[in-house]
């Protein structure tokens, strides 16, 4: 299963860390459904918006949805369910997701393959569960 963080949050980081650019962390993130994966790059498709009920998820950033970790844990997980909109058409097999700083468009912050890719047909109302998503620095 391939993961990561994109080219753009390595880069902000890195000049945040060693004094360039301030780096702001998003109040909010936007959970995105991939029918091609996504990579460090960038790229992917994600699910069609027309005409799909298919839409970004917002989540606040904030200890209640994703827990406060201390080391020797370096794996940050979403402590609360991240409930998508019911499909009016099929949205494909999902076979990744990503994680932004805007509604549409933005930047991707993270991605991630799903274990297991899961077709999405109309009426279905995708969700992960809690702590079923994970990111994991090393």
Known sequence: MASGKSDYLEVALLNHMFGSVSY???ATYYFALFTTAPN???GGTEVNTSGTGYSRVS???????FGTITL???TKT????????TA????GTITSFGIYDASSGGNLLF???LTTPRSVLTGDQPRFAAS???????
């Open 24 to 26: 702001s962390v998003p």
């Open 40 to 42: 460090d790059a960038g």
């Open 59 to 65: 989540v606040a950033n904030n200890t209640t949805n």
């Open 72 to 74: 020797p844990t370096t």
């Open 78 to 85: 979403n402590s609360t369910a991240i409930q998508f909109g």
């Open 88 to 91: 009016t058409a099929s949205w």
């Open 111 to 113: 991605w991630g393959d």
């Open 132 to 138: 079923a998503l994970s990111i994991t620095e090393d």
